[in-house]
């Protein structure tokens, strides 16, 4: 059996590729970010593992243009085709999938991810899906599925592993009940770099200091808080699972020697805490893997990481620590279900920046409470945090309701939702009704994108790189060039937004096969 | 939800490891299996700990084992009456529908302190007709079990012969099969959770019967 694991290239009128961002957001920009898809990336390593021939087709990261993605795939002729869905490009997979079916009338398609899990039936009604999968477990989910399919012909009526809502012989919908939510990670395997094309990923990531870079695989999924309330790993349906830190020691120890990576990143909504995080760093430290010119990076939350632990991870040669830094107001961190407080903002940046970490902080704009006073204390804040070098670098985004997430379900219960079409949602734009005209919050973003060139700022960086313990001039230009770029695709994004409510057509267009 | 600083009324020791920490309640909200963020004020640092106190007690309680080599849990431990503690909650859905609270059966299975939501639930629902099987190593670890209704209760020691019963939860529901259309809620250690869910399924119980709650 031929599985494909499929990522099409998405690019709208305006030129602009879809890229995965944080939390698997979408965002449209020039020049994209390629992260590699780790949770499917285990999968097809597992179901390689099982037997099954996988074609790893990430159209986007193999810079393919949609019609020859679209044409390798349908001359690949795969029994089954696995897409991964979030709010802003439903419409468009739907699209795909109609004309792919078509063409490929015996193929099995299999729907996946945060907003199809929530909805699944939506996605059933909209396009030929097949099976939609209603758990974040997508690797142990597959590796039991596809063994069934391979083996039942009637599995549409038999298949009864948990978590699934499978179209059955009748055109009917039928659920297998809810999915679980605890895995065992450690009998997930460790994703096969050679499968995925790892180097596809490897330069054009925001998140590297150095390259080549690569994620790790994750160590906690999704999150081990899981409780804000605009963040997708957030809900009834959802707790968390963990790694045991060995088994991502070994891993690290493959890509550095083996890989010769240069950068290693976790992309789990948060990582290790606690114990488990100096056990880890010891354990670098011990395995000697701190020598090797490798740098680490993670996500983390305010006030999970104490002074003690945080310099141990720095001794162990970690450096790009992201963390989300919402707003910078109580109430507004009180509305999101944050779990921290402003005041201990400074002394855990400080704590980093002391250490030698890199933090990068994430920030949110355009809650539709957040009132003019407010977003001015998240720029006035934010830029005091820059031009005082407790954190390194940052990324603004306009807060978007997707994959009803609590807060997405607030924004409907509240009647605050601009638009129902989901291709608005690729937080590009603000959607959501707010107290102050809308280009006060894109002019809050420019305004703190413009910090980067600021003669403060600069001299801050220019410090901080004579501080580095290894003189990596290579970051001076690396990374600089690679920022830059970043900040001019968000202001080109904004500007755009300015100019009016421009409604981005994503290809193919509708109704249109393109074989 | 909120937050501020609430008053340390005590520290109860309960064995070596395990205490629990009492707070001033401040009129605090909540809903049965929600947690709260906790951390010494200035420290910078918080952990989430589920409410093990009622939603009609006076006061917040929290059961804590104190992680060895830990920065956050022994200075909880160290905290005497008066000293301040920073709250932020509540939050979580790990929690029952009260629609079920009538008419459903609910088995609440939990290892070590994973039992903290199920003693909440206990205190804040009169009318919950419940099983609860708590795993531990030893028998002292029955944290507060005349808090149960009798026979309600049952413990499962895995290094001594004085609970309940000897041997893991999982053995227990082996021996004792649990009705086939109750609720299942399971909190504690991972691999407690992983082959609690196993058996449960394979015993013909629907996955959407069973919700899970990873302590760590």
Request: hydrophobic residues 35%; glycine residues 6%.
């Amino acid at each position: 059996m031929k599985v494909a694991i499929s990522y099409p290239p998405i690019v709208n009128d305006r030129g602009q590729k879809a890229m995965v961002s944080q939390n698997r957001n979408v965002q449209f920009f020039k020049t994209p970010t390629y992260l590699l898809p780790v949770v499917h990336g285990q999968a097809a390593t597992w179901l390689k593992n099982l037997g099954f021939e996988v074609i790893w087709d990430d159209g986007n990261a193999q810079l393919k243009s949609y019609d020859q993605w679209y044409q390798n795939l349908v001359a690949m002729t795969p029994d089954v085709v696995v897409f991964e869905s979030t709010t802003p490009v439903m419409n468009f997979y739907w699209r795909t999938t109609a004309a792919l079916k078509k063409d490929l009338p015996g193929t099995i398609f299999i729907m996946t991810g945060y907003h199809s899990m929530r909805r699944p039936e939506e996605t059933l009604e909209e396009a030929p899906f097949d099976i939609v999968l209603r758990s974040n477990h997508v690797d142990f989910v597959l590796s039991k599925l596809i063994p069934v399919i391979a083996a039942n012909a009637d599995w549409r009526q038999s298949c009864d592993i948990e978590g699934l809502v499978i179209r059955d012989a009748n055109g009917k919908f039928r659920s297998t009940g809810h999915f679980r939510q605890v895995e065992p990670l450690e009998r997930s395997p460790i994703i096969d770099r050679d499968l995925v094309q790892w180097r596809n990923y490897a330069y054009e990531n925001g998140n590297y200091l150095q390259t080549p870079g690569t994620y790790a695989t994750s160590v906690v999924r999704d999150c081990m808080f899981g409780k804000c309330t605009f963040c997708r790993y957030n809900g009834p349906d959802l707790t968390f699972s963990m790694l045991p830190v060995e088994k991502s020691l070994d891993e690290y120890e493959r890509l550095i020697n083996d890989y010769g990576v240069k950068e290693i990143f976790d992309d789990s909504g948060v990582w290790y805490r606690g114990k488990e995080a100096r056990e880890f760093a010891e354990g670098i430290i011990k395995r000697g893997l701190h020598k090797k010119g490798c740098y680490f990076g993670f996500n983390t939350r305010f006030e999970y990481l104490d002074k003690d632990t945080i310099e141990l991870l720095a001794k162990a040669n970690f450096r790009f620590v992201l963390i989300g830094l919402e707003a910078a107001d109580e109430e507004t961190l009180v509305k999101l279900n944050k779990g921290y407080q402003l005041q201990h903002v400074e002394r855990s940046l400080k704590w980093m920046s002391d250490a030698g970490l890199h933090p990068h902080l994430t920030i949110m704009v355009g809650y539709y409470w957040q009132t003019r006073e407010q977003l001015r204390q998240t720029v006035d804040f934010v830029k005091s945090l820059m031009f005082r070098g407790l954190a390194r670098t940052m990324q603004v985004t306009l807060c978007t309701p997707l994959d009803f997430t609590p807060y997405h379900q607030e924004c409907i219960s509240k009647d605050v939702l601009l638009t129902k079409n989901y291709d608005d949602f690729d937080m590009s734009k603000l959607i959501v009704k707010t107290p102050i005209p809308h280009s006060e919050y894109y002019d809050a973003v420019k305004e703190l994108y413009g910090i980067a060139f600021h003669p403060r700022f600069l001299l801050r960086q220019a410090q901080y790189l004579l501080t580095f313990r290894r003189r990596d001039w290579q970051f001076l230009f690396t990374y600089g060039i690679r920022a830059i770029r970043r900040v001019r695709n968000h202001i080109f994004n904004l500007t755009s937004a300015d100019a009016g409510p421009k409604q981005a057509t994503l290809h193919p267009p509708t109704g249109n096969s393109l074989t | 939800m909120r937050s501020g600083l609430h008053k340390v009324i005590g520290v109860d020791l309960l064995t070596d490891l395990t205490y629990m920490l009492r707070l001033e309640r401040n009129d605090m909200s909540f809903v049965p299996g929600q947690c709260f963020n906790l951390g010494i004020p200035d420290t910078a640092v918080n952990r989430e700990y589920s409410s093990y106190s009622g939603i009609y007690d006076d006061e917040l309680q929290f059961l804590i084992r104190q992680v060895e080599g830990g920065q956050v849990s022994p200075k909880f431990r160290s905290l005497r009456a008066g000293d301040m503690v920073e709250v932020d909650g509540a939050y979580g859905m790990f929690v029952i529908d009260q629609d079920l609270v009538k008419t459903r059966k609910f088995y609440f299975i939990a290892t070590g302190t994973g039992i903290a939501p199920f003693h909440c639930f206990a205190k804040s629902f009169r009318d919950l007709d419940y099983q609860l099987i708590h795993g531990t190593r030893y028998a002292n670890e029955c944290y507060h079990r005349q808090d149960y209704e009798q026979g309600r209760y049952i413990n499962c020691a895995t290094t001594e012969n004085s609970g309940d019963f000897h041997g893991r939860v999982t053995d227990y529901l082996k021996i004792n099969p649990p009705p086939i259309d109750a609720m299942f809620y399971l909190c504690g250690n991972r691999n407690m959770i992983n082959d609690a869910y196993d058996l449960l399924r394979s015993r013909g119980i629907s996955s959407s019967q069973i919700i899970t709650e990873v302590f760590f």
